[in-house]
């Protein structure tokens, strides 16, 4: 708005001041005082006490509580046989929609709308149970039977990944979308169901360059058991606590009816070799059999959301 | 508020002297144009939304990585060789101590706190040979090790202490205060140093570390 615009009565000898004149004045201060901005306001004069509520857009969290009629409902994700459709270790869905229970931040039903520059933190814990003990050969590709005999893929991962859905979920339709500007890790999850003797093997690029613009790596989950051995020294269960954040430089605003969160595995680190980029590598599974090697098997998962808005333009 | 006028008292047939007139209405004037504060406004009555961005908070954040010329791809002595075919970390130009990255966050910090924050994610070859290069079966032994910290405006504001995992997390955070300033968040990281006796113990055998995927991220409150 303007700023109130004041000429002083002049003063004069018996000069009467008219009512027009005053009404003339108090009309200008009326109009103005309904149309105050940040002109109006001293610097720093708005204080928090001032605010309806709290300057974060959005908090939202979810536990690993689960619908107890629900097989297997106190993990959140379960690779089991008993679960028919992830017998392997690969792609599997860190999320329960369908199944009674979700393991997501869910705005279906307020959709939020990640403006340019508002930022999402999610700080997440999980925790995961290797099931089985068998040794992974990285010449074969096989179950090993000794140390000495075969050599362990110390390269091996498993890697948690976050998406989001930009319509409403739908069991046979919905696709789930990489953030922008990250490596697109979601890229192999058009594929249905688990997966076998994969040819080529899915890649995952991530930058090799000081100062990359985009196809960052940034904003994942990577862990082992530390070996993939029946031994003592190997890892069995863990803990991981850690945060995620993400700020909308797409250009576009993004909506969000859910965050979701994916693992896949196991993964290999890879170099940078002939036409090969550095980055991650899915293992082929050939000769693998039915009983799976390097299962993680079982998981817990929960966090939670805050989304900051960056405020008018 | 800038000023707080005072009630004036007007009476029938009173000749109003314009200097009274003004001075009453010019500290309303001036209480509009610009010195409209906390007391002006009704508490809970302003929604954040409509506040210019930036108005209580900043955040800024950078993706940062090693620098290139300190990774190697494929490391060893052959393309058979057990680590051949990972990337790590280049003994030509790091053996040992901090480095520093060179993506840095820079911003215009205002007084008031800080969250700094970082995390990405880590390999080194713990398991086998001791994280040597050269090697393969035997133990997983300990020896091989990634710290990191965190500057700001070149003073450790956090720190991890070294991690053993062939695969790992980092994250560290701190909370600090700041003045209004040029800020500069800086990511160091360390990993075990090569052997100095290079004839007996050649750099390919040196420890195997690489970390990618970083994230530096500030969010300033104002006083």
């Known amino acids: ?313 | 508020m800038g000023y707080r006028p005072k009630q004036a008292e007007l009476r029938n047939n009173n000749i109003v002297d314009p200097k009274d007139t003004d001075q009453v209405y010019d500290a309303y004037v001036s209480e509009l144009n610009g010195n409209i504060d906390r007391q002006n406004i009704e508490a809970g009555s302003i929604n954040p939304l409509d506040c210019a961005k930036n108005a209580f908070h900043s955040y800024y954040d950078v993706y940062t990585k090693m620098n290139e010329e300190e990774i190697i791809d494929g490391i060893g002595n052959s393309t058979t060789a057990p680590f051949s075919d990972v990337p790590g970390i280049s003994y030509g130009l790091y053996s040992g101590g901090w480095a520093k990255c060179a993506l840095d966050l820079e911003f215009d910090a205002i007084e008031g706190s800080l969250l700094l924050e970082f995390s990405c994610y880590a390999y080194n070859n713990v398991q086998l040979g001791g994280g040597k290069m050269l090697g393969g079966g035997g133990q997983p032994k300990s020896g091989i090790w990634l710290a990191f910290q965190i500057l700001y405006n070149g003073n450790v504001v956090a720190e991890i202490d070294r991690q053993y995992r062939p695969f790992c997390n980092p994250r560290m955070a701190a909370i600090i205060p700041c003045a209004t300033e040029k800020g500069v968040v800086s990511v160091r990281w360390r990993a075990t140093a090569r052997n100095n006796d290079t004839t007996n113990y050649p750099l390919t055998n040196c420890p195997v570390a690489f970390w990618s995927g970083g994230r530096i991220t500030a969010i300033n409150k104002y006083r």
């Open chain 1, 1 to 313: 708005m303007g700023q109130v615009n004041n000429t002083a009565f002049r003063s004069k000898y018996n000069e009467t001041i008219t009512s027009t004149e005053m009404n003339a004045k108090y009309s200008d201060f009326q109009t103005e005082s309904n149309d105050v901005d940040n002109t109006n306001i001293k610097s720093q004069g708005v204080d928090r006490i001032n605010l309806q509520g709290q300057v974060v857009k959005v908090f939202k969290s979810f536990s690993n509580k689960a619908a107890t009629t629900t097989p297997d409902s106190v993990y959140a994700f379960n690779t089991l046989s008993g679960r028919g459709a992830l017998e392997r270790s690969q792609h599997q869905l860190l999320h329960g929609s369908g199944v009674g229970y979700t393991y997501e931040f869910d705005f279906s039903a307020s959709p939020v709308t990640l403006e340019v520059g508002d930022l999402i933190r999610i700080n997440y814990a999980l925790q995961w149970w290797r099931v089985e003990n068998e040794q992974f050969d990285k010449a074969t590709g096989n179950a090993g039977t000794a140390p000495s005999a075969n050599e362990r893929d110390y390269r091996l991962c498993w890697l948690v990944t976050p998406a989001y859905l930009s319509a409403a979920y739908d069991p046979l339709s919905s696709f789930w979308n990489n953030f922008p500007n990250k490596v697109n890790w979601m890229s192999n999850y058009e594929k249905k169901g688990p997966e076998a003797n994969i040819s080529p093997p899915d890649r995952y690029q991530i930058p090799t360059a000081d100062n990359p613009v985009s196809g960052f790596d940034d904003g994942i989950l990577v862990f082992s058991p530390d070996g993939y051995f029946s031994d003592p020294e190997t890892v069995h269960e863990q803990t991981h606590h850690g945060v995620w954040t993400y700020q909308n430089t797409s250009g576009s605003p993004i909506t969000l009816y859910k965050i979701g969160f994916f693992i896949q595995g196991p993964m290999k680190l890879i170099s940078q070799i002939g036409s090969r980029n550095r980055g991650f590598e899915t293992v082929s599974t050939s000769g693998l059999g039915t009983d799976n090697s390097v299962q993680i098997g079982l998981g817990n998962f929960h966090g939670n959301c805050i989304i900051y808005s960056k405020g008018s333009a």
